[in-house]
């Protein structure tokens, strides 16, 4: 009769305990190297799991996300703060980060191709845009359904209701940075447009009347800015971002009359005082910028501009904080960040 076990018997009795001694280290290092395998394996499967779940995430907040997304569950919880998400195109979700942390202000980088002459494109490197980061896709559709939705209802209050929950009176500020083209992008930006006019969305100035009226949603036009094209138009719903660099001069100032022209003006902390760095380590702007950039904010509000100052210094974090504190004691209007978290908690 075979026996399975006989010949491991016979071994034990021929041989003795020693040769069972000297092979259990060999097994034990075995069993450790099998269930060390075992484990990268099963955390492998987990990985790409995980990877595969994410890009999924991703896949459908790019394609159902924005439709998804309510008022209430949006800025139900949000107070307004006066920062200004600037490059807003950079974000994981452009528009709707900003709106999640109470800013009231964006800015997107928008270029115009003849080539594809309906279509305004959304990026900060001319390089690098893509047909599918437009303006309609990335802001303009998710703005007006957000508009929509706060609208939709009875409202006892007079006007609009705006995107934040708890403030529907207060407007958002969306800037457009026109960084070529600017006649053909600003006719292809107001004609888009027209659907926010149509449900009485848009801040307008209305020149014949001579009537200003505030809408939830304000639009501000910067960067290469066609101000013949905008300030000859009877309906002025684009408004233009002043040069506040150029407000203290009364003949200049002139052109940019506020709720006709202009609500806003900004301008670089370089063009303004001739460095876009903090002199001192610890102290921040010296007391020289700081006398110039209180000449100009004055100049600014003295004519009801606001004002916002951009390309301060972004390193040290200790730098950055103490100019964004000197700002906001000289009464700038709107701090210009690219880190919202970090413009919330400084």
Known sequence: MWKPWGQAYEDLETQGPQKVKRERPFRTLHTHILALMLALAMAVVAIHFYLKAAQLNREFEEEFGPRLITIESLTHDVSIKPIHSHNDEWRRHPLLDALRAGANSIEADCYYRESDPDTILVGHNPSYLSRKANLDAMYLDHLFDLLKQSNAGPDSRDGKNGIFYT??????????????NREQLLEVFQHKLQRFLDNDFLTTYNSTSDTFHEGPLTIIVTGDVPYDQISSQELVYTFIDAPLNELVDPEKAALYPANKISLFASASLGQLTGSHKAVSLFN???????????????????????????????????????????LIELDSDYLNVDDLREAIHF
């Open 167 to 180: 403030s529907p009176e207060t407007t958002t500020y969306f800037y457009v940075d026109i960084k070529n």
């Open 284 to 326: 921040g702007l010296s007391s020289s910028q700081l006398a110039d950039l209180d000449k100009f904010i004055k100049a600014a509000h003295s004519i009801n501009l606001k004002t916002r100052i951009w390309d301060t210094p972004k390193f040290t974090k200790a730098i950055k904080h103490k100019v964004w504190k000197q």
